[in-house]
């Protein structure tokens, strides 16, 4: 069975940095592009971020590129998401996602407020 | 960037009834279009990618096509389990840019 768990989100304030992490099984991570899709409360779908295969290959929202880093690490079969300069707009659940392209699995979603 | 748009926004059907969702891309993006499915709470689920081919097990009474810039969901009976918000999404290029959604509801 295929599950995606993330795991980090929490209340940060503006500006301030937080983690995500995304712990995969039920298939073979390192053969898969993964990606990071954000949804703002009440609100629509908005893809963040993918990576490829071996990680040499990123590619960012503009709303994100220069604060957000996607990285993976394949031996651990994790995907993260270092997230830098937060602010209120960037508050929203984050799922973690099979695919670069379209998104067959999605993780529960971890949220991630930004706040004073 | 591509946008993508959706209408309608919002629907209210009776079940049984065909219910058509289209979704518009400002410039061609060929096949490259997923529909999914968020139901109230839920995560979201794929539907259909390559703007017609349906993801395996999804129920046969959804339906997508298109090409270029004008694509289609068709629901061919509404049930009331379908009661959800739609997204359309390209993936031809970055950003992999969604729909902003079509809420459909029962009447």
């Known amino acids: 069975e295929v599950q995606l768990v993330e795991s980090g989100g929490g209340l940060v304030q503006p500006g301030g940095s937080l983690g995500l992490s995304c712990a995969v099984s039920?298939?073979?991570?390192?053969?898969?592009?993964m990606s990071w899709v954000r949804q703002a409360p009440g609100k629509g779908l908005e893809w963040v971020a993918n990576?490829?295969?071996?990680?040499?290959?990123?590619n960012y929202v503009d709303s994100v590129k220069g604060r957000f880093t996607i990285s993976r690490d394949n031996a651990k079969n994790s995907l993260y998401l270092q997230m830098n300069s937060l602010r209120a707009e960037d508050t929203a659940v984050y799922y973690c996602?099979?695919?670069?392209?379209?998104?067959?699995?999605w993780g529960q979603g971890s949220l991630v407020t930004v706040s004073s | 960037d591509i946008q993508m748009t959706q209408s309608p926004s919002s629907l209210s059907a009776s079940v049984g009834d065909r219910v058509t969702i289209t979704c518009r891309a400002s410039?061609?993006?060929?096949?490259?279009l997923a529909w999914y499915q968020q139901k109230p709470g839920k995560v979201p689920k794929l539907l259909i990618y390559?703007?017609?081919t349906l993801q395996s097990g999804v129920p046969s009474r959804f339906s997508g096509s298109g090409s270029g810039t004008d694509f289609t969901l068709t629901i061919s009976s509404l049930q009331p389990e379908d009661v959800a918000t739609y997204f359309c999404?390209?993936?031809?290029?970055?950003?992999?840019?969604f729909g902003p959604g079509t809420k459909v509801d029962i009447k």
């Open positions: 996602v099979r695919g670069g392209w379209f998104f067959d699995y």
């Open positions: 039920g298939f073979t991570f390192y053969t898969y592009w």
């Open positions: 990576i490829k295969q071996e990680g040499s290959e990123k």
């Open positions: 410039q061609g993006i060929s096949n490259n």
């Open positions: 390559g703007a017609s």
């Open positions: 999404q390209k993936y031809d290029s970055a950003p992999r840019t």
